[in-house]
Nanobody
Framework: QVQLVESGGGLVQAGGSLRLSCAAS????????MAWFRQAPGKQREFVAR????????DYRDSVRGRFTISRDNAKGTVYLQMNSLKPEDTSVYSC???????????WGQGTQVTVSS
């Protein structure tokens, strides 16, 4: 039923930019808080950024604040992650997730690989 599909990952040099997209279907998109997570090999999944259903509130982990921007287009059912000034330590599989209430992320996308070369 619910499907989240990420796109926009790839290989970029340090200091470069990428914009990730996550297209949602099968849910009332504007009722869901959306978030981006990332997981590197051998490491635990970590929170990157979140945005509330109406787009009024956002939050970021400290290491990406000022470099990454989360946004959403409810008419398109899509959430974005604009990533600027990328660093090698940003290299990870990035996944989007949806929560009807709070931070209970019940739905997840397949992930998209982001690789930042030094």
């Amino acid at each position: 039923q619910v499907q989240l599909v990420e796109s926009g990952g790839g290989l970029v040099q340090a200091g470069g930019s990428l914009r990730l997209s996550c297209a949602a279907s099968g849910l009332a998109f504007s009722n869901y808080n959306m978030a981006w997570f990332r997981q590197a090999p051998g490491k635990q999944r970590e929170f990157v950024a979140r945005i509330t259903g109406g787009g009024l509130n956002t939050d970021y982990r400290d290491s990406v604040r000022g470099r990454f921007t989360i946004s959403r287009d409810n008419a398109k059912g899509t959430v974005y992650l604009q990533m600027n000034s990328l660093k090698p330590e940003d290299t990870s599989v990035y996944s989007c997730a949806a929560a009807r209430f709070g931070t209970a992320y019940l739905y997840w996308g397949q992930g998209t690989q982001v690789t930042v070369s030094s």
